[in-house]
Structures are given as structure tokens and as C-alpha cells.
């Protein structure tokens, strides 16, 4: 009772990359959503600057390591996690110029976006824990 039949095999990647790869944004599922993730995580990073002066110079930032020492990062290191989720907008918009596949380019998008949203906020929770407001 097996079927022996197999579908037509969906292709996820190109099989070579392309030479002719267009950089249009409309290529972009989400894409206003992606728009509003760069905008926050550029806007976390900028307030992070204007904050300096507000914050002590090391800040729990390392929350995975051992209590004490080994968790503190300058105040500067506020800015790390924004340019994490920077990174990952920026890999996985690329590779949705790449993708045929329309559900791997949405799940991409909607996962740059969740990445930024946790970044923004464990990065606004720290402010608000030690900064001097």
C-alpha cells in the first residue's frame, strides 16, 4: 500500500546562484515589517549612544555567564545585540534574493523580526534596570 509515485521535488535554493539577481524590494515579503525592524534596531543603537551619560560605565549584558564580573560589559556594549539583530535583517533580506521558495523568504523575514523585537527590549529592560533617570 505504499505509493510509489513521488511528487515533483520543490526546490528550496537555486541549484547554481544566479548571475542575473535582481535587488528589487518588492522581492521582500513583509516588507514594511523589515522597514520598521531596521528602523528599531538603528533607534536602539541611537538612543543607546544618547544614553551613555545616563548609564554606569559597565552593565549586565551577559546574562548567560556566571553571577559577578564575568556578566558586566562597558555601556557601549549596549549596542551589541542591535547590531546582532542588524546582522541577521541583513544576511536573511539577502537571502530572500536567492530563495524561490515564498514560505523559507516569509519565515526568514518574520524570524529577523522577532530576533530585533527581543533585542530591543532586553536592551530597553537593561536601560531601565541601571540607568540613573
Same mark, same amino acid.
Do not use: H
Given at each position: 500500500?505504499?505509493?510509489? @509515485?513521488?511528487?515533483? @521535488?520543490? @526546490?528550496?535554493?537555486?541549484?547554481?546562484?544566479?548571475?542575473?539577481?535582481?535587488?528589487?524590494?518588492?522581492?521582500?515579503?513583509?516588507?514594511?515589517?523589515?522597514?520598521?525592524?531596521?528602523?528599531?534596531?538603528?533607534?536602539? %543603537?541611537? $538612543?543607546? +549612544?544618547?544614553?551613555?551619560? @545616563?548609564?554606569?560605565?559597565?552593565?549586565?549584558?551577559?546574562? /548567560?555567564?556566571?553571577? /559577578?564580573?564575568?556578566?558586566?560589559?562597558? $555601556?557601549?556594549?549596549?549596542?551589541?545585540?542591535?547590531? +546582532?539583530?542588524?546582522?541577521?535583517? !541583513? *544576511?536573511?533580506?539577502?537571502?530572500?534574493?536567492?530563495?524561490?521558495?515564498?514560505?523559507?523568504?516569509?519565515?526568514? %523575514?518574520?524570524?529577523? !523580526? /522577532?530576533?530585533?523585537?527581543?533585542?530591543? %527590549?532586553?536592551? *530597553?529592560? !537593561? !536601560?531601565?534596570?541601571? /540607568?540613573?533617570?
Amino acid at each position: 500500500m505504499t505509493n510509489s @509515485k513521488k511528487g515533483p @521535488k520543490r @526546490k528550496f535554493w537555486p541549484a547554481k546562484l544566479p548571475t542575473n539577481v535582481r535587488f528589487d524590494t518588492d522581492l521582500i515579503p513583509f516588507r514594511n515589517y523589515a522597514y520598521f525592524s531596521l528602523f528599531a534596531s538603528l533607534a536602539t %543603537i541611537l $538612543a543607546v +549612544v544618547l544614553l551613555l551619560k @545616563k548609564l554606569p560605565p559597565q552593565v549586565p549584558l551577559y546574562y /548567560g555567564l556566571p553571577e /559577578g564580573e564575568a556578566q558586566l560589559a562597558p $555601556a557601549l556594549g549596549l549596542i551589541l545585540p542591535s547590531l +546582532v539583530s542588524l546582522g541577521v535583517l !541583513i *544576511i536573511n533580506v539577502m537571502a530572500c534574493f536567492l530563495m524561490e521558495d515564498e514560505f523559507l523568504k516569509k519565515a526568514l %523575514i518574520l524570524t529577523s !523580526i /522577532g530576533v530585533t523585537f527581543f533585542t530591543v %527590549i532586553t536592551t *530597553i529592560k !537593561i !536601560i531601565f534596570l541601571v /540607568g540613573s533617570f
